[in-house]
C-alpha cells in the first residue's frame, strides 16, 4: 500500500491484510521507515475484536486491502 492509503487506514480503523486470510488493525505506523505494527482482529458484526496475538511488524509494501466475500 502506499503511505497515504496506510494513513487512511490507520486513521479510519480499517482492516489491511497481508494477503493471506487474516485481518490486521494498524495500531502504530512509521513513515520514516515505512513500517506498521499490526494487531490480528477478527470481525464481529460491524467491529473489529483483538484476537490478543503478539503484534506483527510489517512493511508498507506488504500490506493489501482485504477481500471481502458477503
Known amino acids: 500500500m ?3 492509503e496506510v494513513e487512511r487506514a490507520f486513521r479510519n480503523s480499517r482492516a489491511v491484510t497481508l494477503g493471506d486470510s487474516k485481518l490486521y488493525l ?13 494487531d490480528e482482529v ?11 496475538l503478539p503484534r506483527i ?3 508498507f509494501d506488504m ?3 482485504p477481500t471481502l466475500y458477503r
Not at 502504530?28 to 499490526?38: F, G, K, P, Q, S
Open 63 to 65: 500490506l493489501r486491502k
Open 2 to 4: 502506499e503511505s497515504k
Open 57 to 59: 511488524g510489517a512493511r
Open 26 to 38: 494498524i495500531i502504530e505506523a512509521n513513515h520514516i521507515n515505512e513500517t506498521v505494527m499490526l
Open 42 to 52: 477478527y470481525q464481529d458484526g460491524q467491529s473489529y475484536v483483538s484476537k490478543k
